[in-house]
């Protein structure tokens, strides 16, 4: 193998070709790997899905139990399973992001070191940050895909989601938010150490989470409110995840949602700053 | 680019390295030169500047100044063109934990541009050269400490680097594992692989390498052969006496009564003299000794070694 004639003493391919293969390459172990952990990424994506249906949609209306304020729910032509099921996408998209990203990455530089060898692939360390995010779009994408028949099955007695697929915004907006939150993802990972996982959660995720519109409308939080200031429904547009549920609304439901021409280059925008970051990030904790 | 005549692989000019709140530079001004088919070892202490070199000529470390060429092409201007030429075995682990053994290398292959059926006859090869072919399907957690390091060195030799880096290859193995790796770099370096290897072990450094570089303090000390820099001490044999009183005195009276003895100092319970042509050494020192009134305890002879080398430089010892 390794005789003289065989070792390349020179590079023999433009960086270009070479970084071209790698990131091939590199997308093609996350989906090896995905394959091989089918089963568990299933579960693990929908195990929240399901249990937001089955304690939302079956659980409460079996007890009588309505959602919070009940008078305003009933006053609203839209039902809960409707704004609901926009939402556990946005937030399966958001925990993917987390998940396949954050948490990998943050292992992969505390605790298993595997980074330092995949920075020593043939092309600029950003495309190596730039896969993960790739990737995690990728298994976004599919939970997405499994996720959205969880509402549809799971609930109690005619408390059916209304569906109406939009398939133009189905086709940009899912996409986008993977990638939004897969960037999310990046600077989450690079960001905290291994030991600070329990912080992300408690400090990003959870408050994201909540306060992403996941169990209701951004466009019907404005009776919260400090004398005619509407403090909530402004505060939470620093959350990305609400524009990802907004726009869920938007291309799955015909439930009332954020203006389209808000969702989109808000999300551009997150993504934009959240690589920039991340990549940023990744750049100084492998290089020294 | 090196000229077509030069078999250098790896050039370095002034190459510097201070971190970011450190008052010395890591590494200061290093000029090295490394030739194609060598086993060229970097000795030093811990903190001897040695990693932040071979990160610097991996494209790890961004130095503050200088040049590094490796395989013709700048590491620092064009380090992703000069990923396709190295290999890199770090200290720490750094396997794939989601793929098997035999998955760690196909993808290895696959991310330097080979195609699926060359990567997987080359890493079905690297298995069975590397003894590790009954593993193919484990996963890398089962690998014992030594078989791991063995997967490493088959990764990183993968894609026919012109240049191998180890970075302390045999820190945390075993005796046994660490002969079987010393085989496997000699082996590999006879079919025409240069090897870097930074090592703080000096038995490594004079086994294995054609070259070492003695580093301290970000500086090469002494760079020749392993036989060169040990002629260099200017001793052919190494005394160690061992007596009970002032070592100081009978540090004195040794040197007085025997004046082939070229420096001598002070080690734990005893003392140890560097001496040139030492006929009958031995009974001439025990006679010294307790012609000074002195009970020697014990006394050997050794030859010098690389340890010698760096303690004759730096006035300390390699190991802390």
Known sequence: MSTTDTITLHPSRSTFAASRTALGALLLRDVVVLRKNLGEFVVRTLIQPFLLCFVFLFVFPKIGQSVGGGTHAAASSVNFATILVAGVVGISIMFQGVQSVALQMSQEFGFTREIEDRVQAPCPIWLVALSKVLGGCLQGLISAAIVLPIASVVHAKGVEADLSLRWLLILTLVPLSCLAMSSLGLVLGTSFEPRNIGLMFGFVVLPITFLGGTYYQWTRLAPVKVGGFHWLQTLVLINPLIYVNEGMRAAFTSAPHMHLYIVYPVLLGFCAVFLSIGLRNFRRRVLS | ?320
């Open chain 2, 1 to 320: 680019m090196t000229s077509p005549t030069s078999h250098s692989i790896i050039r370095t000019e002034g190459l510097s390295k201070t971190y970011p709140g450190a008052d010395a530079p890591a590494v200061n001004s290093l000029d090295l030169t490394v030739e194609q088919g060598e086993i060229f070892g970097l000795l030093g202490p811990n903190g001897a500047g040695k990693t932040t070199t071979a990160g610097m000529l991996t494209t790890r470390v961004i130095p503050t100044s200088g040049r590094a060429i490796v395989a013709g092409v700048d590491v620092v201007t064009h380090p992703a063109k000069a990923k396709q030429s190295i290999g890199v075995v770090s200290q720490t682990n750094t396997l794939d934990r989601q793929l098997n053994v035999w998955e760690n290398l196909y993808f290895h292959g696959r991310l330097f541009g080979m195609g699926a059926a060359e990567s997987r006859a080359t890493a079905d090869q690297l298995l069975e050269q590397f003894q590790l072919a009954k593993w193919a399907k484990a996963s890398v957690y089962a690998l014992s400490g030594g078989m791991a390091q063995r997967l490493m060195v088959a990764r990183s030799i993968f894609h026919r680097p012109a240049v191998l880096f180890m970075d302390e290859p045999t820190a945390g193995l075993d005796p046994q594992s660490r002969l079987a790796l010393w085989d496997i770099l000699r082996t590999l370096n006879a079919a025409g692989q240069t090897i870097l290897l930074t090592t703080h072990y000096m038995e490594e450094a004079d086994q294995l390498c054609h070259r070492v570089a003695i580093m301290d303090h970000g500086r090469i000390l002494a760079l020749d052969t392993p036989a060169g820099l040990k002629r260099s001490v200017g001793a052919d044999s190494i005394v160690l006496i061992k007596a009970e009183g002032d070592h100081d005195a009978l540090a004195a009276a040794l040197s007085a009564a025997l004046p082939d003895v070229t420096k001598i100092r002070t080690v734990d319970q005893g003392l140890e003299m560097h001496v040139r042509a030492a006929d009958r050494i031995l009974a001439r020192a025990i006679a010294a000794a307790e012609a000074a009134g002195f009970d020697v305890a014990d006394i050997s002879l050794t030859e010098p070694t690389l340890e010698t080398v760096f303690i004759n430089l730096t006035g300390k010892e390699l190991r802390d």
